[in-house]
């Protein structure tokens, strides 16, 4: 046997080693991210922790919410990597990164979300219930450094006033922070939000379409 047959074999070899490992592991990932979903998410859905209920958004606001920041929401299975402008995040996705991670790092934690979200979230979490933890839960900056968490608390802390009593520009302005919660600050970085905000209104009203995945910002080439 020739010497360059030998590392072709061996080659060919650690690669279908490799790739039975990565299937054994994403599917122990997926198994105990089933097991531990129900409890998850029964503590997400307390009283205690959903101060905000999905009849205190109007069709209007909901909608937008989608529109932005996940607008195949409802015909994806967790995962979508086709939808212009919904990026590579969708809300099952969010979900995942702040209810099943300590410390999310982008790399290898990026394949063990989509497996979460697309077969343990996605399968055992109705999409009501999935929104209902994202408008409660969401990263929406810091103030005072301190971690601003759901629609309801940032209302109050940026604005001072209750989530029902948001004006259309203010709910967007929110709206507008969940891409980038600290660089499109709604205190910090007013000038940008503001501009955020401008773009996201062309998109509402059809003046401009998201013409790629990666377009959440509507500002493609």
């Known amino acids: ?28 990932i997926i198994l105990v ?8 998410f029964a503590n997400a859905l307390k009283p205690e922790n959903t101060p905000l209920s999905l009849k205190d958004f109007d ?15 409802y015909s994806h299975h967790g995962i979508d990597y086709e939808t212009p402008g919904q990026g590579l995040t969708t809300i099952a996705q969010t979900i995942v990164k702040f209810l099943y991670f300590k410390d999310f790092k982008p ?4 394949l063990k979300q989509s497996l979460i979200a ?12 999935q929104l209902k933890v994202f408008i409660n839960q969401c990263y929406l900056g810091h103030h005072n450094k301190k971690p601003v968490r759901g629609f309801t608390q940032a209302a109050q802390v ?3 006033k209750g989530f029902r ?8 302005s929110l709206v507008a922070m969940l891409i980038d919660p600290n660089g499109y600050h709604v205190i910090r970085h007013p000038k940008k939000n503001a501009q955020r905000v401008s773009r996201i209104k062309t998109v509402l009203d059809g003046s401009y379409k998201p013409k790629g995945l990666m377009d959440m910002y509507y500002d493609w080439p």
């Open 1 to 28: 046997m020739s010497r360059p047959f030998k590392i072709f074999k061996y080659t060919i070899y650690s690669f279908l080693g490799l790739f039975a490992l990565s299937v054994l592991y994403s599917g122990y």
């Open 33 to 40: 991210a089933k097991d531990d979903t129900p409890a998850i």
């Open 59 to 73: 069709r209007g606001r909901l909608n937008i919410l989608l529109k932005v920041e996940d607008p195949g929401f």
């Open 107 to 110: 790399g290898f934690a990026k």
């Open 118 to 129: 697309g077969f343990a979230v996605t399968p055992l979490v109705s999409k009501k219930d």
């Open 158 to 160: 940026y604005f001072g």
């Open 165 to 172: 009593e948001l004006t259309k520009d203010e709910y967007l």
